[in-house]
């Protein structure tokens, strides 16, 4: 775990870049983010690539890369028996982070989370990107690993987004896990963590998940980007509750299209958000995948177009699934 190859990729870093913060501070328009996953482990970076490069007409400020734990799967050995073992099959978001600024000269946002993760392996993780001139961070927990119920921290790890919030901040003033280390050289990561309009599914109801969100502002983080909706009442609602409990830090909203039937079910059981009634219906009667992929195109685009009546200053989309319809959607929003 927490292993990164840099070989090559060190010398290209003076074009890096601005916070996130700044982006949003300076922007004289609305502006547009990706996220994307990184490949699954012996894919190439070209897949990257294939996905981004399309998108590059309509000059994204910045571009997510999610991170990912460590799975652990059941192997059959030559004489039967199965062997427990922990594979990471998506590693390598700071090596992709460093690819994108590299090639497209715009700011890379890793992920960090704390599930699976010993404070150690992040710290090392943040040094690395220190190095590399990425100085912006989302910082996560992460999701129970597949084989447990609940979200249970690596023994040497964090419990809560707010801890992982804390250790960077620690590193921004130069304090690292081993005391001994005095004088250490500051990093200065601008710190973004997830807000959720519809309420984190952990969470006893929508006040208290907004409680613990404000606590990870209060600590030093300096934005938020919300979980994917449908709804952009959810959005707006959930922006007033947080302005009306004093969280002040800017929120940019996550889109992810619809594209087919089977995301009716498999995003709500995932994500737990819901799909509006309207957009249900008209899936479900769609005959066709190219209709329903119209619809979902139709859906994303008028909430697109909402938001930014709206003066919402960024749209940030989930590409994961079928990027070109994000792609179709920004054609006709620019
Ligand atoms: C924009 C975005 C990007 C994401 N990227 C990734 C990714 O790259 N990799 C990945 O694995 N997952 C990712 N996730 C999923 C995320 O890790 C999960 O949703 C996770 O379950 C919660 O993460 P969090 O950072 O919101 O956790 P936290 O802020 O720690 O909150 C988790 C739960 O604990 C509650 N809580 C917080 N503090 C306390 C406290 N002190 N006491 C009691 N309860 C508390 C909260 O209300 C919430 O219910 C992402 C989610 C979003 C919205």
Known sequence: MGYYLLDG???????SIMKITEHLRQATGPIISLEILPPTKGKSIDSIFNLLDPFMEFKPSFVNVTYHRAEQVYKKR???SFERVEIRKRP??????????????IDAVPHLICGGFSKEETENALI???FLGVDNVLALRGDAAANEKTFLPHPKGHHYAADLVEQILQLNKGKYQEEDIIDGVKTDFCIGVAGYPEKHFEAPNLQTDIDHLKHKIEL?????TTQMFFNNKHFYDYTASCRESGVTAPIIPGLKPITGRRQLSVIPSTFNVEIPIDLSRALQSAKTEAACEQIGEEWLLNQCRDLLKNKVPVL?????????IVNNVLKQLF
């Open 78 to 80: 030559t004489d039967g």
């Open 92 to 105: 390598g978001t700071v090596g992709i982070c460093a690819a994108i600024i590299n090639r497209y000269k």
């Open 220 to 224: 030093g983080a300096d934005y938020i």
């Open 316 to 324: 940030h989309f989930y590409t994961l699934g079928k990027p070109h």
């Open 9 to 15: 990729i060190t010398l290209i870093f003076a074009a």
């Open 128 to 130: 690395d990107l220190h």
